[in-house]
């Protein structure tokens, strides 16, 4: 092999006398390694222009996953958005399109590649979509600036209105307790204090007082979230005033009234719930008649409303026994139930003569009874101690223990009534003073249903 600057063994002069050779030519080992480096550097260079392309794509596809969608879906803002979150959203994004317009302008090759060949066209895209957001965004701070502004005005407005009331506070309080008491009345949503006839006189000097103080304060607003007294509320206390006080006091009966009949509904339904859920309790004879005899049931009952309405100026209302009345179904269905599955317990001792005195006061007072069954519980009569007070200090009180004078004998009975489908258990209890006359003591105002056999 010929090296560089090396000849070969046989050499010749060519007629201008410059010698030559006859084997491979001689090159320089300059020129050899210049040639060498120019390829490596076409190579390095195709290769940055690569990883250009590849950085571009990148910084695009990196943009695209990470595009604030919180607020923006690349044609309006949500509602709400925080316009400095806006503006940041739109310096990334303009940032982002400066970066890759760089790239380009650095390297122009970088189009040629496969993965920089789409930047120009994407980079076009970005540059809108920013653009657009930047519009949004500054309409964001515009619209943000205005409701600030908007925000001042109307909180000077109720600043303004709040100071009204306040001086309307203030000049009615000397009445505030006839506010509290009649406004619940007139506006339910208010918390009741307790109606009372003995301060009517008050009220009636009070309320006039009010009125005039409301004239004073024309336009008065009630606030946007009151407190849930009648003092935060002036709109409806002017309104109440202004009417008078005669409306207010019927008004404030027929409120105690209605309250009154609620309680006893309540008490109703949960003595019917008791009576259901209890085996051993009796069903009184003003229950069982809503179920067997429902228009006597209410001609009872508006009979006792009647002059307590009629007092007001008032008829007794529709419906005001509803929610009892849903608890029929139910009580006739556990009626029905036990009347076809109890059995009558008999008592185990007999007494003729006290038993034909309870069987008498029972057709006295129930004519469609027939008792099917009778017996006593006791075969002695039975007495209870009597206590009689001697006298007490720091730790007891001392009594006169004696044997009592009143005797008793309790038994039941199993009663059939024309108006009710099945028979009943009832109990009774007869009385006498020491050895003396036998008396019909109580008979039950109820019933536990059973069979009649």
């Known amino acids: 092999m010929i090296l560089p600057n090396q000849t070969s063994p046989s050499k010749r002069r060519t007629p201008g006398g410059l010698s030559t050779y006859d084997g491979p030519m001689r090159i320089p080992w300059t020129v050899v390694m210049v040639a060498n480096l120019a390829i490596v550097g076409v190579a390095g260079a195709d290769r940055r222009t690569d990883m250009q392309g590849e950085n571009a794509e990148y910084k695009l596809d990196d943009y695209d996953a990470n595009k604030p969608t919180d607020w923006f879906d690349g044609k309006v803002a949500k509602p709400g958005t925080d316009p400095a979150r806006a503006l940041a959203s739109v310096e990334v994004c303009l940032r982002t399109a400066g970066v890759v317009k760089q790239m380009l302008t650095e390297t122009p090759g970088l189009v040629t590649t496969k993965h920089g060949k789409d930047v120009p066209a994407r ?12 519009t949004v965004a500054n309409a964001v701070g515009k619209q943000a600036a205005g409701a600030t502004a908007d925000k001042a005005t109307a909180d000077k407005a109720e600043a303004d209105r709040e100071a009204r009331r306040a001086a309307w506070r203030a000049a009615a309080q000397p009445y505030s307790a006839t506010i509290a008491t009649l406004a619940p009345y007139f506006d339910p949503t208010m918390p009741a204090s307790g109606f009372s006839d003995g301060l009517l006189d008050q009220m009636r000097s009070e309320l006039p007082k009010v009125a005039k103080i409301c004239q004073q304060f024309p336009d008065l607003v009630d606030p946007p979230h009151p407190r849930n007294d009648a003092m935060d509320r002036p709109v409806v206390v002017c309104k109440m005033a202004a009417g008078g006080i005669e409306p207010m006091v019927k008004l404030a009966h027929h409120g105690m009234i209605m309250t009154s009949v609620e309680i006893n509904n309540g008490t109703a339904i949960q003595s019917i719930k008791d009576m ?3 085996p051993d309790k009796q069903i009184d004879d003003d229950t069982q008649k809503l179920v067997y005899d429902h228009d006597g049931w209410v001609k009872d009952r508006d009979a006792f409303y009647k002059p307590i309405f009629g007092k007001n100026g008032e008829s007794v209302p529709a419906d ?4 009892v009345e849903a608890m029929v179904p139910e009580l006739k269905a556990f009626i029905d139930k036990v009347g076809t599955t109890n059995k009558f317990e008999m008592s185990p001792h007999q007494d003729a003569a006290a038993q034909k005195l309870v069987i008498a006061k029972l057709a ?5 009874a027939t008792v099917v069954k009778i017996g006593s519980d006791y075969v002695d009569w039975v007495a209870y101690d009597e206590k009689t007070f001697v006298k007490s200090d720091s730790t007891y009180d001392y009594y006169r223990v004696s044997k009592g004078k009143d005797r008793y004998k309790r038994g039941w009975m199993l009663v059939k009534f024309k108006d009710r489908p099945y028979c009943q258990a009832r109990e009774w209890i007869v009385h006498r003073v020491y050895n003396g006359t036998v008396a019909v003591d109580w008979l039950a105002q109820g019933g536990l249903f059973v069979k009649c056999d």
């Open 364 to 368: 006295a007072t129930r004519p469609n």
């Open 276 to 278: 259901m859920s209890n």
């Open 123 to 134: 980079l076009d895209a970005l540059n809108k979509y920013c653009a657009t957001m930047q």
């Open 320 to 323: 005001i026994y509803k929610p």
